[in-house]
């Protein structure tokens, strides 16, 4: 048996539809939330944003099971709003970056902490710290014609049962526009990109056989279990 050319293509459930959404890459946003910027003990500062990626196979669908990583003592959860890309766009204005929205997520860019805090030290990229296997976990995608386009709710994620984040989609440093605007102008989006937007503050550390419980109100809730 051969497993040479066979490529298989990432896809996420879409709430209410039959088809998925095949993805082609995933983006994702640094520093979005400034509780979450001081809570990192930096000070926020409106710079252009910070932009990394995660390959499209570490998502995880929700309910899923996600084994802890190797090479790190400090998984960290972070929660986040995820946008879904519909058409394809290149350096777009923010007037009309939301043409290009298909739809909304709620997603956990999951981070191993002491190799992000390592690499940002000796200058280092976060592709270790970041991109790991399984470290996008996902909700189905909800149309923005069925839900609309968020602008504010609440963005929250318990563990085991236990609020450690709560912020509000209306306290991002970079709207979503503005994140579509900038991103537009080092890449081409095209239909199946994923934009991970941020996390507000209350990050913090899991362990195995813990519980993950995040939503975003009016998208939904996701549930992941640690391996
Ligand atoms: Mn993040």
Redo the contacts with the bound molecule.
């Keep these: 048996m051969s497993y040479l050319n066979q490529p298989v293509t990432p896809a996420v459930k879409i709430a209410g539809r039959q088809e998925k959404f095949a993805v082609r890459r995933v983006y ?1 946003v ?1 520093w979005n939330y400034e509780e979450h910027i001081r809570e990192m003990g930096q000070e926020p500062e409106r710079e252009p944003p910070v932009f990394f990626m995660k390959p499209p196979d570490a998502l995880v669908p929700n309910g899923g099971l996600i084994p802890y990583p190797t090479a790190t003592q400090n998984l960290h959860y ?1 929660v ?1 709003l995820v946008v879904a890309i519909g058409r394809s766009a290149k350096d777009i204005a923010t007037s009309a970056a939301k043409e290009i929205i298909y739809g909304y997520a709620v997603g956990l ?1 999951m ?1 191993r902490r002491d190799l992000q805090a390592h690499a940002k030290k000796n200058g280092q990229p976060w592709a270790l710290a970041k991109g790991f296997d399984h470290s996008a976990p996902i909700s189905a995608i909800h149309p923005a014609r069925d839900i609309g386009h968020p602008l504010s709710g609440s963005i929250w994620l318990e563990v085991n049962g236990k609020r450690r984040q709560d912020g509000d989609l209306s306290r991002m440093i970079w709207s979503v526009p503005e994140i579509i605007q900038h991103l537009s102008g080092y890449f081409e989006l095209f239909p199946g990109d994923l934009i ?1 937007t ?2 507000p503050a209350g990050v913090g550390a899991v362990v195995q056989g813990d519980q993950l419980r995040g939503g975003i109100e009016m998208i939904d809730t996701l549930e992941i279990t640690l391996g």
């Design positions: 994702c640094g972070e986040e860019d981070t991970f941020g996390t």
